[in-house]
């Protein structure tokens, strides 16, 4: 085989389904095998952004590997962003770029698409990858991949693969296969011990579930764990949609002084809150109404386990659920969860339209038909997903990038078949609405609600006096059929209702449904928050 067969079918052994891509001269070698060997189907996107997130939309929905293959310099450089965002929130995308051939980077020229120097585009991304590697001996390149594709199985993160152009026909061998890694047996057991007797001697302790239980795979098992101690359970923001496929004791999601109080109270007042795999970071904790003493967390993150001051490192959060459950029988105690109340039942009146509404009126859908994925972008379209039932959840909650929400829906239905529903803002629906052209080729028909209140609402909350929050009304529904979709524009609640039975009966096509809000009108959700932020930081 050749180096790029062997790159490509040791992606599909670990799990990768698909890749995202926009071919360019530094990847045309490198795209006409993937196109010829059809080891893995590709759907080509529109800007690179997108590429990355829709990369990092399959990574988190399909718990593989993502895949976004561009071309070097103004293909790579334009990704930074969208790769940041999978680094920050730990979903392992492999970025694949074209690059100089050995012959042209040694020619004396300087060369199309170069920055500072050739090898200033894979100094960028060692700041936003775990593992670079550039394949330009290919008796080296499968030990340098297997390095690679294991760190980012390992710590679910992005890797950086460099394939000069004049290096991808060359006879490669295969790729290793991946490999378990060394565990301290005594430690782990130890850790697990620890854990245990913490938790048996607490007086409230209370399970908080974050993103790696979700990309390692673990939410079934995490579940029955939850089960088993009998212990309330609960997610962070960042966590959101966690479980909500499982049968877990789970009280909800902790939004601090945003969220229900009676669960705000249980997470801030347990004398023993497990934090497993769980980013302690502003979004989750910002907003507490008392500050989390971390003396009295157990805090498993990046293959870590922090008991107050006790420390074991290595310790692979996989690795820890497998020994907790070995070491904890079925119990006889049951703790029965008051369930999260969402709004339901929407009234299909003439009344204007709230972003409440869609909510509800998504609450609606989905108890009556069933539940659907959600893939959400960044402001007040993130907190309205917080006021829809738990169901699988893809949003950039933590690293807060706009843009995110259509194509990582992409992704959602590439890696799970499944149709997912986009809550979008119209000021992110500029940065990357526009890729639904790109869903009559692929196959796919996300049910897009865009809440248009003319406005940066987010940001408006946070500084009321600015006016360039201002935006104008771009009439969204318009242009749907001109991309190979479908379009309506809705005011009030009984024309969303209807609308979105329309689009939940037509497959086939994407369906746009452009929400007008009127500007000011904020979700239950984010009304609490900035309630909540407002009134700590006047101290009380």
């Known amino acids: 085989m050749n180096l790029t067969e062997a790159l490509l079918t040791a992606l599909r052994e670990r799990g990768a389904r698909q890749i995202f891509g926009i071919p360019g001269d530094f990847a045309l070698p490198f795209f006409r095998i993937l196109e010829r060997s059809a080891l893995l189907p590709l759907h080509t996107l529109s800007h690179e952004p997108a590429v990355g997130f829709a990369a990092d939309g399959a990574a988190r929905a399909g718990q593989g590997l993502g895949v976004a293959a561009v071309t070097y310099g103004a293909g790579a450089l334009n990704m930074v962003n969208a790769v940041a965002a999978a680094y920050a929130e730990r979903s392992p995308v492999v970025v694949l770029s074209g690059g100089p051939g050995k012959r042209e980077a040694g020619s004396g020229l300087l060369l199309h698409h170069q920055a500072k120097t050739l090898d200033s585009q894979f100094q960028i991304y060692r ?16 030990a340098d991949l297997a390095r690679a594709l294991d760190a980012c199985q390992r710590q679910s993160r992005p890797v950086y693969v460099e394939l000069p152009r004049d290096m991808v026909a060359e006879p490669c061998g295969p790729v290793p296969p991946a490999s378990a890694p060394a565990l301290d047996e005594a430690a782990l057991e130890a850790c697990a011990e620890e854990v245990l007797a913490r938790l048996a001697g607490a ?7 974050g993103i790696e239980v979700r990309r390692f795979g673990l939410e079934e098992k995490v579940a029955e764990l939850a089960r088993r101690l009998a212990i309330p359970t ?105 369930r999260p109340v969402h709004p339901r039942g929407l009234v299909a009146d003439g009344a204007p339209l709230t972003p409440t509404d869609v909510a509800t009126a998504l609450n609606d859908l989905m108890a009556a038909h069933g539940k659907l994925p959600i893939a959400a972008d960044m402001g007040d379209c993130f907190f309205t997903a917080m006021d829809v039932d738990q169901t699988a959840l893809v949003a950039p909650g ?37 890729e639904l052209g790109n869903c009559r080729r692929n196959g796919w028909d996300p049910i897009v609600l865009v809440l248009n209140n003319r406005s940066w609402e987010m940001l408006r ?49 994407f369906q746009l449904i452009d929400c007008v809000i009127p500007r000011g009108v904020l979700s239950q959700a984010l009304s609490r928050f900035v309630a909540g932020v407002r009134r700590l930081g006047a101290g009380g």
Not at 127 to 142: F, K
Not at 203 to 209: E, N
Request: with cysteine.
């Open 127 to 142: 700041e936003i990858t775990c593992a670079q590697v550039r394949l330009d001996d290919a008796a080296r390149a499968p």
């Open 203 to 209: 007086r409230a302790p209370v399970l908080m579930a």
């Open 234 to 338: 609960v997610t962070s923001l960042m966590g959101r949609g966690l479980l909500a496929h499982a049968d877990a004791p789970l009280l909800g999601t902790y939004m601090g002084v945003a969220g229900d109080p009676r669960l705000t109270e249980r997470v801030e007042t347990s004398d023993a809150l497990f934090l497993l795999g769980e980013i302690v970071c502003d979004t989750n904790f910002a907003a507490s109404e008392r500050r989390i003493d971390l003396r009295r967390t157990l805090h498993a993150w990046e293959g870590e386990v922090t008991l107050g001051y006790h420390v074991y490192p290595d310790v692979p959060l996989p690795a820890l659920v497998d020994a907790l459950l070995a070491r904890t029988p079925p119990s006889a105690r049951h703790f029965e969860p008051e």
């Open 398 to 434: 933590y690293y807060a990038t706009m843009g995110f929400g259509v194509p990582a829906a992409f992704g959602v239905q590439a890696a799970t078949g499944r149709r997912p529903v986009v809550l979008v803002g119209d000021g992110a629906f500029q940065m990357t609405g526009w």
């Open 461 to 509: 909350t946070f500084q009321p006096e600015s006016s360039f929050n201002d935006l104008d009304d771009w009439r969204f529904a318009e242009v749907a059929p001109a991309l190979g979709g479908d379009g309506v524009r809705v005011s009030t609640r009984a024309e969303l209702a209807a609308a979105l039975e329309r689009a939940r009966v037509t497959r086939g096509r």
